[in-house]
């Protein structure tokens, strides 16, 4: 049973910084293309980032030089580090990640839990 668990979320005041992980248990074959995603109160869920597996990464004009997304692919996970926080960057937080499954090498696409941001004033 493949899972994204995310973790590192809480609340923070403008200015501030969070780390977020996801974390990808279970057996797989292969870890390609991961994302990170946020919903906010009322909006669609927006890409803010993403990690190929050559480590090329691509972020939303949003938070273009505030946040760093990276991966530790012995670990199996993905990080966000989110730095200069805005109001604005409130939402939850999802990651997502195109998975090589063992038993039958199809790609699938994972979604994690979520984990809330919440950024003050």
């Known amino acids: 049973q493949v899972q994204l668990v995310e973790s590192g979320g809480g609340l923070v005041q403008a200015g501030g910084s969070l780390k977020l992980s996801c974390e990808v248990s279970g057996q797989i074959l292969r870890l390609d293309d991961m994302r990170w995603y946020r919903q906010a109160p009322g909006a669609q869920r927006e890409l803010v980032a993403t990690?190929?597996?050559?480590?090329?990464?691509n972020y939303a004009d949003s938070v273009n030089g505030r946040f760093t997304i990276s991966r530790d692919n012995a670990k199996k996970t993905v990080y966000l580090q989110m730095n200069n926080l805005k109001p604005e960057d409130t939402a939850v937080y999802y990651c997502?990640?195109?998975?090589?499954?063992?038993?039958?090498?199809?790609?699938?696409?994972?979604w994690g839990q979520g984990t809330q941001v919440t950024v003050s004033s």
């Open positions: 990690i190929t597996s050559t480590l090329r990464t």
């Open positions: 997502n990640a195109d998975i090589l499954r063992y038993y039958d090498s199809f790609r699938e696409l994972f």
